[in-house]
Each structure stands twice: as structure tokens, then as C-alpha cells.
């Protein structure tokens, strides 16, 4: 049966879209879901896949012509096998196609947005010669907004490792070879497997990385001990035994047999003088030198001025205390959290000044008539601040669910860049790691960051009273070029009151 292959539905703000590549030709066998054809429009590149199993017929759309929403690609005939005439080299290599029903397939890195240039292989979780499961995990791609995961496109194993660890690699740029179908034991008989003894060695019980630091600290397995999944070396190991090494008193034999040892690279782990002291010099990941950047570019850039003020938590404990359990119930488990206060507050506050809900575009000021507000989230691989949408609309439960599932993804390293574009006011929160008080940079090309900070006791003064209240220092860091000091002030002390007394959220006045 004859089937139209047609180009996506674009959305409103995407006119057309231009015909990238042709993974497929005419003739050639597809499966089902297997990506034939890439459209790119002016934002993102689109992903064409096979409808069914069959034969492409006919492309009617070339690489570089330009297509319209739903526009037909080519005619895809299903179920029907490739009658395509194999070429001499096929031929002659269906002897061997007929004794083995493995095929090699190119692990390619993500599909690159615009604005991201190119990516660092970070982490292989897999190894030569190990078997993966279809969609499993095997290596992330770092660049300088998210880590992007690479899975396996099939049940079968690493062949080749092309892209090692610390290696820049580009948009659909190949990271290995894979061999469908295969097993750990058939892979590990291939010719490509012939290695040397010792590298065979090395590559089952350590990765790249660690493989590397071996060679740098002048190691072989057997001296170290490893300590992760089923016994492999890591490259913590590496360190591990390096400063045991170089702390240890040397053995007469250990003396004798120094000038024999050949010279290595300087390790990532370095004894230091008499006392023994360690240094640890590791490459800044991409993530952290974009954030060190844009925080330097943000302080050289704009004119940042802060001013702090104190809210009474009080009223926003005592609230929460009485109705969590309620709101919990009734949200699905969701937990009231002070968070969700904050965004409501300031989104209010924003709506009331829109200088601070702007940005600043060249000579142009852009006033945004939505509010995106972004939530620092800390992980491990750094500071990440995902944005929640039109958060006019969202309710506190909306909110708490949101930031919860930001927190979690960040922590798993599953945040992606469409979480993090945008935004026009971010908001971060010090306070969880006991800041009393600290002065917050501005995200370009926003105009306004909030700092909240940790609840403390302190002495007030309430109608002529001492009074032990629950208090918060707030900072809003603003951009003196857009904003004056009189809107900022009047901004902060705007989520003081809301906050304060939260029924001004409900009836917004």
C-alpha cells in the first residue's frame, strides 16, 4: 500500500521548513519508526520516521527545498522489500551477511539546537563488548546548557568507541559503532576486538577516563582496586591510589626500580613537597565555564545595584501549618511548600511593574506581558534554572508540583534546554543552605533577580513589644538601566506585604 510521507505540522510562529538530508533513497528498505528524512526550520530540526516497515518509492522533495506545514515528502510503499539492485561491494559481501544477521549502525550525537555550537562526550556508561538493551543509557553529551543522553537504538552491543571522553563532538557527529543483535561474547571475538592482552584488560574493567589517568599515573589495573559496577575502575580510583602511592614510604625494591620507570604525564592527583599535600586539577566541565561567563558578562554589562528588606514568615508558617495535610490530600501528594508563595507574591509584583518583567534587547527595552519566572535548582553538575510558564495562571499546587519535578530531573541530569529558555525574573533560594544574606547577579537579559534567604528568629519590635518573630532577609539585584531605585524598592516591598498577609494574593490587592 502507497502512503504520503508528509512534512510535520509546524506551529503558528514557523512559516516553513527546508529538507536537510534524505537518510533513505529510493529503494532502499525501512523499518518502522526509522528516521528517514530531517526538516529544518528556523528553530528546531524535525524528525521524519518510517510510517510502517517497507520501501521508500519516491521522494518528491529534495535536500534543499522548501516545504510547507503538512507538505508530502514522498511516496512509501508498505510492507514491500527492497528491489534495489545491490551494488558490487553488496554482493560481495552477502556471503557473510548471509552467516551473520548483525548490523553495524553509527551511535550519532544529538541533533545540536541553534545556539548550542557543540557538545563534550562526558560519560560512557558502556564499553566495548557490553550488551545493551534497547534504549539503554550509554553515554551523556555535555554542552553548555544541558547534559543530553544517548541511548541504544537496539538490543545488541558497543563495537568501536569513535569519540572518547573530553572529546568535542558536533551535531550528528558519529560516537560509535553499534552491532545490532550481537552479544557481549560474539563482539568480543570481532577482528576489531584484537587488542593487545593488557588493553583487553584495561578496557573490560576500566573506562576511557579511567584508562587515561592509569596512563598518566604510570598504573595498570592490577594495582588498582576498583570500586565500581561489578568492580570497574573509575577515575576517583585512579586518584585514590595515586595519593596511597605517593603518601606511602618507598620500599628498597620500590627505590631500585624507579630509574627504571618510564616517565609519565603529569597525573590529575600531584604530591606536593615534604608534607605530602595533594592538589586535584580537573578541566572545567562546560557547564560550569558558560555559568562563570555569563556571571562575569552580567557584572561587566549591566549596572547591578541591590536592595534588601525583611518579611515576617509568620503568617505564611501558620497557613502552611494548618493546611498541608488538607492540600497534600487533595493535590495528590503534592506538598505545600514556602516556594510556591514566592512565585505567587512576585508574579503579582511584576504584573504591578513591568520594568522589572522586562529585558533589555540592544538599545530597545522589551516589556513582556507574561510572566515566565525561573527557579535556581543546584545539582551536581551545577546551578540550572528551569523556567515555569505563565505562572499568572498557575495555581500553588501547579507551582510546588512543578519545582518538585524540576528538582528531580535536575538531580538525574534529565533537565532539557526548552526547560531552561526564556524566562523574564528568576527567583533563588539561598535559605536551604543556611544564607542569612547574600547579593544575587541578574540572568541576562532579564532585569531582576529575587534572593530569599534563611528563616531565623530574631527580636522585632511589634506595637512597642519585643517579639520573637520567624524572619527572612530578601535581596532583589536589578539592573539600574532599566529599573529605577524607586520601582525596585516599591517592587521588593510589595512581596513583603503579600507575603505578609497572604489573603492579598487572593484577592490581588
Known amino acids: 500500500m502507497s502512503i504520503e510521507i508528509k512534512a510535520p505540522t509546524f506551529p503558528e510562529s514557523v512559516a516553513d521548513g527546508t529538507v536537510a538530508t534524505w537518510y533513505k533513497q529510493p529503494g532502499e528498505a525501512c523499518a518502522r519508526d526509522e528516521h528517514i528524512v530531517d526538516i529544518e526550520t528556523d528553530k528546531v530540526v524535525l524528525e521524519v520516521v518510517a510510517p510502517a516497515d517497507g520501501v521508500l518509492k519516491e521522494i518528491l522533495k529534495a535536500e534543499g527545498d522548501i516545504v510547507l506545514s503538512d507538505e508530502v515528502l514522498a511516496i512509501f510503499e508498505s510492507g514491500a522489500a527492497a528491489s534495489a539492485a545491490p551494488a558490487p561491494a553488496e554482493k560481495a559481501a552477502a556471503p557473510a551477511a548471509a552467516s551473520s544477521s548483525k548490523e553495524t549502525v553509527q551511535i550519532k550525537a544529538p541533533t545540536f539546537p541553534e545556539s548550542v555550537a557543540d557538545g563534550t562526550v562526558a560519560t560512557w556508561y558502556k564499553q ?37 571522553e573530553g572529546d568535542t563532538v558536533l551535531s550528528d557527529e558519529v560516537l560509535a559503532n553499534f552491532l545490532v543483535g550481537a552479544s557481549g561474547s560474539e563482539a568480543a571475538s570481532a577482528p576489531a576486538a584484537s ?32 570500586t565500581g559496577k561489578g568492580g570497574r575502575i573509575t577515575k576517583e580510583d585512579v586518584d585514590a591510589a595515586v595519593k596511597a602511592k605517593s603518601t606511602a614510604p618507598a620500599t628498597p625494591a620500590k627505590a631500585a626500580s624507579a630509574p627504571a620507570a618510564k616517565a609519565a604525564t603529569a597525573p ?35 549596572a547591578l545595584l541591590t536592595t534588601y528588606n525583611e518579611v515576617n514568615m509568620g503568617p505564611i508558617m501558620e497557613l502552611r501549618k494548618k493546611y498541608k495535610d488538607e492540600f ?5 501528594g503534592t506538598k505545600l511548600g514556602f516556594m510556591s508563595f514566592f512565585v505567587k507574591a512576585a508574579t503579582e509584583a511584576l504584573k504591578r511593574f513591568p520594568a522589572v518583567n522586562a529585558s533589555i534587547d540592544g538599545n530597545d527595552m522589551v516589556y513582556h506581558g507574561y510572566q515566565d519566572i525561573g527557579v535556581a535548582v543546584s545539582t551536581d553538575r551545577g546551578l540550572m ?15 510546588e508540583s512543578a519545582i518538585m519535578d524540576f528538582a528531580l530531573r535536575g538531580r538525574d541530569g534529565k533537565l532539557g534546554m526548552d526547560d531552561m529558555q526564556g524566562g523574564t525574573f528568576t527567583i533563588t533560594n539561598g535559605g536551604t543552605f543556611g544564607s542569612l544574606l547574600s547579593t544575587p547577579i541578574i540572568n541576562p537579559p532579564q532585569t ?14 511589634v506595637n512597642g513589644q519585643v517579639v520573637i518573630q520567624p524572619m527572612m532577609y530578601l535581596a532583589l539585584s536589578y539592573d539600574h538601566r532599566m529599573i529605577d531605585g524607586k520601582e525596585a524598592v516599591q517592587f521588593l516591598v510589595t512581596i513583603k506585604d503579600l507575603l505578609e498577609d497572604p489573603a492579598r494574593l487572593l484577592l490581588e490587592i
Request: include cysteine.
Open 268 to 302: 590529575t592527583s600531584t604530591a606536593l613537597g615534604a608534607e605530602g599535600r595533594i592538589e586535584k586539577r580537573v578541566p572545567m566541565t562546560r557547564l560550569r565555564a558558560t555559568i562563570a561567563k555569563r556571571l562575569v558578562e552580567a557584572q561587566q554589562t549591566a
Open 448 to 461: 531582576g533577580i529575587l534572593g530569599m534567604h534563611k528563616i531565623q528568629e530574631r527580636p522585632m519590635a
Open 385 to 399: 534554572v528551569p523556567v515555569l510558564r505563565n505562572t499568572e495562571a498557575m495555581g500553588l499546587a501547579d507551582i
Open 195 to 226: 587488542t593487545s592482552a593488557s588493553d583487553a584488560e584495561e578496557d573490560g574493567v576500566a573506562g576511557p577516563a579511567a584508562r587515561k589517568a592509569l596512563s598518566e599515573a604510570g598504573l595498570t589495573v592490577a594495582q588498582v582496586k576498583g
Open 128 to 164: 566495548p563488548g557490553e550488551a545493551c538493551t534497547r534504549d539503554d543509557h550509554i553515554v551523556d553529551i555535555e554542552t553548555d546548557k544541558v547534559v543530553l543522553e544517548v541511548v541504544a537504538p537496539a538490543d545488541g552491543v558497543i563495537g568501536e568507541i569513535l569519540k572518547n
Open 328 to 332: 497534600m490530600k487533595a493535590h495528590n
